[in-house]
Each structure stands twice: as C-alpha cells, then as structure tokens.
C-alpha cells in the first residue's frame, strides 16, 4: 500500500500569512494526488486534482505543486473561511489512501 | 444541483448489518464511479470501497473486505454498501463520492454522509 505522510499535522497562522502543508508518498505516484479541504461537521470538499489543477470554483489563492513523491499545498494569502483540515489523497492505485490531515488554526 | 445523498446508517449491535444507500441526481450517474469513504469520530479519511460505472471492477480495502460488498443500480442512480459482522472499529460516518473513471480528477462530489454507530 502507498502511504502518504502530511505535514505538518496542526498549523497556526495569521490571516494573511502564505501557508504550505506537505505531502510525501513512500513511492512514486506521478500526479496521481488530490487535496481536499473539510470544515468541521462537513464532508471534504475537492480543492486540487492532478497535483496541480484547480478545481473548478475553488479561490485561486490555492494552489498545489508536485510529483512523484513529493507535493505541496499552498495558500497564498490565508484568510478566516480556511480555517478547515487538509487532506491528501493518492489516486495512482488500490487501495487509496489518505494523508493524516492538517488541522489549520488562524493565530 | 449535482448531490449525492446516503442513507441507511443507525445504531447497530457488534456482529449486526446495515446496507447503506447513495444516491446520485444532477448528473449523469452513470459516467462515474463511486467511492464509499469512512472518517471515525475525531479521525481522519478511510477509504473504503470503489466499484466503476458498470460494476465489473470493484475493490475494498483489507480492514473491511469480506465484510462488506458494494453493488450499484444504475437504472436507480443509487449504490449501495451491504455492511455485515460489524465491529466497535466500523463506527464512523461513511461518505460516498464520484470518481471520474481515469482517476485523474480526484472525488469532486460528496454527500453528506451517514452516521453507522456499532454500540451494545
């Protein structure tokens, strides 16, 4: 099974701030890479795909980098409707797995 | 509006059964496949089960296969999640999402999920 290691696994920042959370999968998966973003009490919401495509809708401040087996998330500009949980998701085989998760905290 | 609605889930003894429903509409449902997607109270993503958009592929992961079986109907626009032998570890809110068949898209639409608690 691929395992994917996020970090890190809680992130205090100030709104403004340039944010980055990253991803590394115990092997290659290409771009085969996802992030997703959950509000507590709510199911994930797609923000990345591919590594690096933004989902349709979603604010441009994010932004996703990688491949192989290193990947990056990032927000350019945190601002107070992030505040929310990171996941990564590896999609190149089964079983598909996820990342621990980020908790992100605004200071 | 493209949504994905689950039902089914509840409060079950150790070793009972629920069949868990996700129901697509929006969209064409059968251009999709399906992901069932669990999260424990307080814990992060499981996945859990994949079947492609005419059911001749389907998978599980280890913590779950032989307990549970995936099916889909496509003329319903629905799948489902027969869930057996239940353990404590299978308490969680299950999701479903789609899954554009190569793989490439990531899961862009979810439900809201249903809460299957197992509590004697």
């Known amino acids: 099974d691929i395992q994917l290691t996020q970090s890190p696994s809680f992130l205090s920042a100030s709104v403004g701030d340039r944010v980055t959370i990253t991803c590394r999968a115990s092997?290659?998966?290409?771009?085969?890479l996802a992030w997703y973003q959950q509000e507590p009490g709510r199911a994930p919401k797609l923000l990345i795909y591919?590594?690096?495509t933004l989902q349709s809708g979603v604010p441009s401040r994010f932004s996703g980098s990688g491949s192989g087996t290193d990947f990056t998330l990032t927000i350019s500009s945190l601002q107070p409707d992030d505040i929310a949980t990171y996941f990564c998701?590896?999609?190149?085989?089964?079983?598909?797995?996820f990342g621990q998760g980020t908790k992100l905290e605004i200071k | 509006e493209v949504q994905l609605v689950e039902s089914g889930g509840g409060l079950v003894q150790p070793g009972g059964s629920l069949r868990l429903s996700c129901a697509g509409t929006?969209?064409?449902?059968?251009?999709?496949?399906i992901n069932w997607v669990r999260q424990a109270p307080g814990k992060g993503l499981e996945w859990v089960s994949y079947?492609?958009?005419?059911?001749?592929?389907?998978y599980y992961a280890d913590s779950v296969k032989g307990r549970f079986t995936i099916s889909r109907d496509n003329a319903k626009n629905s799948v489902y999640l027969q869930i057996n032998s239940l353990r404590d570890g299978d308490t969680a809110v299950y999701f479903c999402?789609?899954?554009?068949?190569?793989?490439?898209?990531?899961?862009?639409?979810w439900g809201q999920g249903t809460t299957v608690t197992v509590s004697s």
């Open positions: 999402a789609t899954e554009d068949p190569t793989g490439d898209y990531g899961m862009d639409v």
């Open positions: 929006g969209f064409i449902f059968t251009s999709y496949s």
């Open positions: 079947i492609s958009r005419s059911s001749n592929t389907i």
């Open positions: 092997q290659g998966i290409s771009s085969y």
């Open positions: 591919a590594a690096s």
């Open positions: 998701q590896q999609l190149k085989s089964f079983p598909y797995t």
